[in-house]
Structure formats: structure tokens, C-alpha cells
T-cell receptor, first 113, second 113 residues
Framework: GENVEQHPSTLSVQEGDSAVIKCTYS??????FPWYKQELGKRPQLIID?????GEKKDQRIAVTLNKTAKHFSLHITETQPEDSAVYFC????????????FGTGTQLKVEL | EAQVTQNPRYLITVTGKKLTVTCSQN?????MSWYRQDPGLGLRQIYY???????DKGDVPEGYKVSRKEKRNFPLILESPSPNQTSLYFC????????????FGQGTRLTVV
């Protein structure tokens, strides 16, 4: 089955700096890679996703890159703000958000003032 | 309002006492899943369902049962709960498709003593 590894487990940055979280996956059949943000005590919510036929996707301050050959994908957050502090999960799937999503172990991002 | 609703939000029970956590979605989604979230382990899929009467095991199905008799409901059943099932549980739903978002319920924190 699919295995998703995520690094780092914790990340502390100064407000305004960039943050990068990296994930690798094992199953070359995976074709959908979402990122979820979970604030303390809340449910995970999708922030950005990418399909395997796309190398990069950007939405304002967040971007995701995908290297299919190397089987890794990354989340980039620029100009970090305190409200970006949360746990971020990457995931991989072969067929959409509900069908056998395999998550990474999460990254606790702390944005310090 | 489009949502996934879980009940109860919090539950403390004793070892061996059968319990059911309910999950309902009002978005007419085909896919529904259950995850458990444990510190350092991320979100692990317990069971998923691709449609009514169609269910399949996820990564950690032992000790759990599910049913999908109606499209909107996907209850999680613990026939004989044990302390190692103490966890935070999330239900999620999504529509059919390659890159569709998984919507999560608000979570159920279960403690088995």
C-alpha cells in the first residue's frame, strides 16, 4: 500500500519568513496530492491540492510543487503570519479526496512574532 | 449549509461496552471514510465506503465495523472497545472524481477506560 513520509515534524519560523514542508510517497499510481491544515481543536481543512499531471500550483501565499519522478511534493508558505500556525498534513490518493487517502504524520508549524 | 456531522463530540466509555459514533453528510457525496488521529501518527484510515452497501478496509480496521445503508450516513461501530482505541476520530466525505476535496466532520474524542 501507499506510504507517505512527511518532514519536518515541527517547524518554527519568524513572522514574514517562508516555510517549506516536504513529503514523499511510495506508490507511483498515486495521482492526487492534497494538503490539509488543522488548527488547534478543529477539523482538517483542505488548503491546496495538486494532480500528478501538474508540476506546480499556487494560491496567494501558498504553493505546492510535485516531482513525480522523485515521488515527492512540497508545500511552500511565503510571508508567514501568526494565523498560519497549525498542523499541516500532506496526503496521497489514487482517486480523489475520499477514496483511500493516505496521510503523512503532520508538521506542527509555529509562526513566531 | 454543506456539512459533515459527527456525534457525539466527546465520549468516555468502559472497556467492552459497545458504542456507535454517527456520521452524516448533506452533500450527496458518494465517498465516506473514517480516520483516527493519534499524536505522531497523523490521520490513519479505518474504513471507507465508495457508495451505499460498498465498504472496504483502510489501514487500521481491526476492532471496528462500519455500515452504509443510506448514502448520507456512515456509522462507526466499536463492538468491544479497548483502551488502545482511545483516540480522536474523524469522518470525511467527498464526491466522486480524481481531485475532489474531502470534507471532515468536527471530530469525536473517544476515551476508553
Amino acid at each position: 500500500g501507499e506510504n507517505v513520509e512527511q518532514h519536518p515534524s515541527t517547524l518554527s519560523v519568524q513572522e514574514g519568513d517562508s516555510a517549506v514542508i516536504k513529503c514523499t510517497y511510495s506508490d507511483s499510481a498515486s495521482n492526487y496530492f492534497p494538503w490539509y491544515k488543522q488548527e488547534l481543536g478543529k477539523r482538517p481543512q483542505l488548503i491546496i491540492d495538486i494532480r500528478s499531471n501538474v508540476g506546480e500550483k499556487k494560491d496567494q501565499r501558498i504553493a505546492v510543487t510535485l516531482n513525480k519522478t522523485a515521488k515527492h511534493f512540497s508545500l511552500h508558505i511565503t510571508e508567514t503570519q501568526p494565523e498560519d500556525s497549525a498542523v499541516y498534513f500532506c496526503a496521497a490518493s489514487q482517486g480523489g479526496g475520499g477514496n483511500k487517502l493516505t496521510f503523512g504524520t503532520g508538521t506542527q508549524l509555529k509562526v513566531e512574532l | 449549509e454543506a456539512q459533515v456531522t459527527q456525534n457525539p463530540r466527546y465520549l468516555i466509555t468502559v472497556t467492552g461496552k459497545k458504542l456507535t459514533v454517527t456520521c452524516s453528510q448533506n452533500m450527496n457525496h458518494e465517498y465516506m471514510s473514517w480516520y483516527r488521529q493519534d499524536p505522531g501518527l497523523g490521520l490513519r484510515q479505518i474504513y471507507y465506503s465508495m457508495n451505499v452497501e460498498v465498504t472496504d478496509k483502510g489501514d487500521v480496521p481491526e476492532g471496528y465495523k462500519v455500515s452504509r445503508k443510506e448514502k448520507r450516513n456512515f456509522p462507526l461501530i466499536l463492538e468491544s472497545p479497548s483502551p488502545n482505541q482511545t483516540s480522536l476520530y474523524f469522518c470525511a466525505s467527498s464526491s466522486r472524481g480524481v481531485d475532489t476535496e474531502a470534507f471532515f466532520g468536527q471530530g469525536t474524542r473517544l476515551t476508553v477506560v
